[in-house]
């Protein structure tokens, strides 16, 4: 799922409210979450790149254990 040149899944951006906020899959995380999840928005740029890669971090996590347990259902070779 990762959607740009830099291989990430989240970035921090501005949203329409021109807040601070990261924008990536999941909810609260669209351009115009901040009218529907004000509480998404973050109060500083540093914070939005904070948790931008905060984000990534553990969707990449997420990822892997999936990878992890897939394997293991299948009785396939483990790597971690």
Same mark, same amino acid.
């Given at each position: ?7 990430k899944v989240?970035?921090? @951006?501005r949203g ?18 901040? @009218?529907?999840?004000?509480e998404m928005?973050? @109060? @500083? ?36």
């Amino acid at each position: 799922m990762k959607n740009d040149s830099d291989g990430k899944v989240y970035h921090a @951006t501005r949203g329409s409210d021109m807040k601070p906020c990261v924008s990536g899959p999941g909810r609260g995380f669209g351009y115009d979450a901040g @009218t529907l999840w004000p509480e998404m928005r973050l @109060t @500083t740029d540093r914070d939005a790149e904070a948790a931008a890669k905060l984000s990534n971090e553990a969707f990449e996590q997420g990822y892997l254990q999936a990878q992890y347990d897939m394997r293991k259902a299948l009785g396939l070779e483990l790597k971690r």
